[in-house]
């Protein structure tokens, strides 16, 4: 295939592409009930769903997973003989967090200085809009060569691992020789990346219990024991005095060998303050891709405005651990609760609640599949060298799929870049890197069609 034609077919489809992702954002599909209606989960499902179908798929469900929600399934055949590759993405999103702080209706589609701004443009309901632009482009010349499942998830951004246990139950159902999970994002803009890891993850949610109830703090302050004093006691019990994580018994020393990411650059991407230092030891890729993390999610106290001079009988916590490939989600997740427990002050009361867990993924990157996608990304991305690089986020369902398809070749890509945003106010995407990994998903599929053959 001659990468022009298709090329320019793909540019032609960018107008189309913009007006889906606009209705796709439009729908509130947090996948949290107690924070916007369940419907709006639903109402996205079905649009992903009714796309499917008007593109040919066939088998097109939407799944009842065991969390509650919904995922979206759909095949299409390609020539007989034809290798199979699984096309993955999620329609589901990180809440809006302070909707006074974005630009514009975090809902709505809006483009300003060259960028698409709303929730979830880049994570992940550009990669919907990127599979389907990948397969509409290759119909256009000759088909598409290859059989293609799609599975787009309605939880992911939840971590309730609703689509893990149903694909556990359903093994035959997401069979493939190849997976392209389109839920990363390259490097930095322009630079086509694949990422090789995924930190894996636990959340726990911790209670410190003190008094039978709140007490005057002039009257009892001073002896009487303070259940948020006692929680602050324990989470800074997981941070060394540079900032690294701390979790007894959990290594935190490896190190990440290739791409590395110069902490001038991390400081300008991640936004940190000026005079504000870096936390963690050795390289930035070490700290972010090879090493445990620890975060605090949220706390449950008094606001500042309203509170009242009492002593707290209670307070608690939502805890994050991020965990590096070759270290068992489980395990991490039984030291972190351990250190939790022995860190306690006081005698106070803790409970620990696990709310979600993954684990870590290495991929395979000197397989056939990663030949045929260094390649695509070189054509589309007009001679720039594919990149391999981590991750610090988690995709707990890539596990599943390893586990459950050993032999298939699982690959990252996808379009948080930095500049995405991605999880804070303001996200966006660029609809160039929306065009040309469009272009190189298409070209991917193509070239591996033609090296299975």
């Known amino acids: 295939m001659e990468q022009a034609p298709l090329a320019a077919t793909v540019a032609a489809l960018q107008p189309r592409a913009r007006d889906e992702l606009a209705e796709l954002v439009a729908f509130k599909s947090v996948a949290d009930p107690a924070q916007f209606p369940r419907a709006e989960c639903e109402a ?118 609703g689509l893990e246990r149903y694909a556990e139950a359903h093994p035959e159902l997401l069979a493939a020789d190849t997976i392209v999970i389109g839920d990363a994002g390259n490097f930095r803009v322009g630079l086509p990346t694949v990422t090789a890891t995924l930190r894996g993850m636990t959340l726990l949610r911790v209670s410190v219990e003190t008094l039978a109830g709140n007490l005057h703090s002039g009257q009892f302050g001073g002896a009487a024991p303070d259940a948020l004093a006692a929680l602050i006691r324990v989470l800074d019990s997981l941070r060394a005095e540079d900032g690294s994580t701390t979790v007894k018994g959990l290594a935190a020393d490896a190190v990440w060998e290739g791409l590395q990411y110069a902490e001038e650059d991390f400081r300008n991407d991640a936004k940190v303050l000026d005079g504000v230092g870096l936390i963690g030891s050795g390289t930035v890729a070490d700290r972010i891709w090879a090493r445990p993390a620890v975060t605090v999610l949220g706390i449950d106290c008094p606001p500042v405005i309203g509170a009242t001079p009492s002593v707290q009988a209670s307070a608690r916590a939502l805890i994050s651990l991020r965990v590096p490939p070759g270290v068992d989600a489980a395990e991490a997740n039984r030291l972190l609760a351990e250190h939790l427990r022995s860190s306690v002050p006081w005698g106070a009361r803790l409970s620990v609640e696990q709310i979600g867990q993954g684990q870590p993924f290495r991929a395979d990157t000197t397989s056939p599949a990663y030949t045929a996608m260094r390649e695509a990304m070189r054509v589309a991305y007009d001679g720039q060298e594919m990149a391999i690089a981590g991750q610090g986020g988690s995709i707990p369902l890539c596990n599943t799929l390893a586990s459950l398809y050993p032999q298939a070749e699982i690959l990252l890509i996808g379009l948080s870049e930095p500049e995405a945003q991605i999880h804070a106010v303001n996200e966006s995407v660029s609809p160039q890197e929306l065009e040309k990994l469009s272009l190189t998903e298409a070209l991917f599929l193509e070239m591996y069609a033609q090296g299975k053959g």
């Not at 995922?71 to 809440?95: E, I, K």
């Not at 599975?151 to 971590?159: A, F, H, T």
């Open 44 to 161: 996205a499902a079905r649009w992903v769903a009714d796309a499917l179908r008007a593109e040919g798929f066939e088998d097109v469900a939407l799944l009842d997973t065991p969390d509650g929600t919904q995922s979206v399934y759909g095949f299409l055949p390609g020539p007989a003989g034809a290798p199979t590759v699984l096309l993955y993405a999620h329609y589901d999103v990180q809440p809006p967090l302070d909707e006074d702080a974005w630009h514009t209706p975090p809902f709505e589609l809006t483009e300003r200085d060259g960028r698409w701004y709303g929730r979830g443009a880049a994570d992940c309901k550009g990669g919907v809009i990127m599979h389907l632009t990948a397969l509409r482009a290759l119909k256009e010349h000759g088909g598409v060569p290859v059989n293609v499942k799609v599975i787009v998830e309605g939880s992911e951004e939840q971590g309730t691992g």
